[in-house]
């Protein structure tokens, strides 16, 4: 499961591990990269990060005694625009020199699609000081991930979307190799990140594992794994590099029927470049989105609904045909063509 998992999101195996969930990973990482110095406590996020991910730096700024509306801060689109540039993350980096402790960024967004250049990122939080993290949830199984070779600090999923475990399955983390034997990084701390070779021998003081292992507190749950081991074979078996280069061609084909539909009003909220998306593309139908999204279900299209009126299509090249793309395209037609 480890060499599997190293090599879905481009990392060494000494950089992964796979336990609990998503947002418990993204506490215990909270808990060893947010580290506020004096003035350096400031967090950057995504605005309209996933709720969670807002929660949690933001109970994380309280645990610290900060009110986290002075040090939470939002990379935000331009006025009518729902993109984010790079630019203006690096300005907000310099309005706030040497006060950014980290930056935080679920990479692909997950209400417009949008994939951020996560080693650009990661160059412009080190320049500052400051660590990167990165919430896999819409990335892990979609992008080709390079983790360990673009620095991301540390990073988590949950693999229920794209990794295709099962609902309430065991999420991942990463923690990047130059971190692997920094034992002085504060940590919560349980029996299972003790060193393994010692770790019954029940001994009263903490001696953590090298690299992800080291942040593991329970031991695992083996049912989960098994339908997450089941779901990795398969990925492994076909390799996110062939995964990826149809998901391009399947999103471009879809991409290409919306432009040919002509819909009045519709605006695409992911961007065109095929390198800042994954596979998804969100739709904002306006007023009329939620009804549609009832018409589209009855036809039995899956998609997904977020207000104010945007529609989420995943084409997952794991299980997706362009014929279904095609498909889809006709039931758009009949509806709003
Ligand atoms: C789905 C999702 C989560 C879910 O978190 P859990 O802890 O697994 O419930 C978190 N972040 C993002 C961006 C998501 O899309």
């Keep these: 499961m480890t060499e599997s998992t190293a090599r879905l999101v481009g990392a060494k195996p000494i950089e992964v591990v796979v336990m609990n969930t998503l947002t418990v990973n993204l506490h215990l990482m909270l808990t060893s990269f947010y580290r506020p110095k004096h003035k350096q406590n400031k967090i ?3 605005s309209g990060a996933f709720p969670s991910d807002q929660y949690a730096v933001a109970s994380h700024a ?15 689109p331009r006025s009518n625009e729902d993109r984010l540039y ?7 980096m ?20 949008q994939a951020f250049p996560l080693q650009k990122i990661a160059k412009l939080a080190h320049e500052n000081e400051a660590h990167l993290g990165v919430d896999l949830a819409h990335g892990a199984g979609n992008l080709e991930l390079k983790l360990h070779e673009d620095k991301v600090d540390f990073a988590v999923w949950c693999s229920y979307k794209y990794l295709n475990g099962g609902p309430g399955a065991l ?6 190799e130059k971190f692997a034997e920094r034992f002085d990084l504060p940590r919560f701390e349980g029996w299972w990140g003790h060193d393994k070779v010692k770790r019954f ?16 507190l329970s031991n695992p749950p083996i049912l989960p794994m ?24 399947l999103t471009g084909y879809f991409e290409f029927l919306l432009h040919n539909l002509n819909v009045k009003g519709l605006r695409i909220l992911t961007p065109s470049k095929v390198d800042e998306r994954g596979c998804a593309l969100s739709l904002a139908f306006g007023q009329s989105g939620k009804s549609l999204m009832e018409k589209l279900n009855s036809e039995g299209v899956k998609c997904d609904y977020r207000e104010p009126g945007v529609l989420r299509f995943a084409p997952v090249p794991l299980y997706n045909s362009f014929r ?14």
């Design 44 to 46: 950057i996020i995504e």
């Design 62 to 76: 309280k645990w610290h005694g900060y009110d986290p509306k002075e040090v939470v801060l939002e990379w935000s």
């Design 86 to 92: 790079y630019e203006d993350l690096e300005k907000l």
């Design 94 to 113: 310099s309005d706030n020199q040497g006060e950014v402790s980290l930056i935080l960024l679920g990479n692909v967004n997950y209400r417009t699609g």
């Design 171 to 176: 999420g991942g983390c990463f923690v990047h």
């Design 201 to 216: 021998l029940m001994e009263p003081q903490f001696s953590p594992m090298k690299g992800a292992e080291g942040w593991q």
């Design 226 to 249: 098994a339908t997450l081991r089941a779901s990795m074979e398969i990925f492994d078996e076909v390799g996110m590099a062939m995964l990826r280069k149809k998901s391009e061609q």
């Design 324 to 337: 279904d793309v095609f498909e889809l395209g006709e039931i758009l037609k009949k509806y709003v063509g």
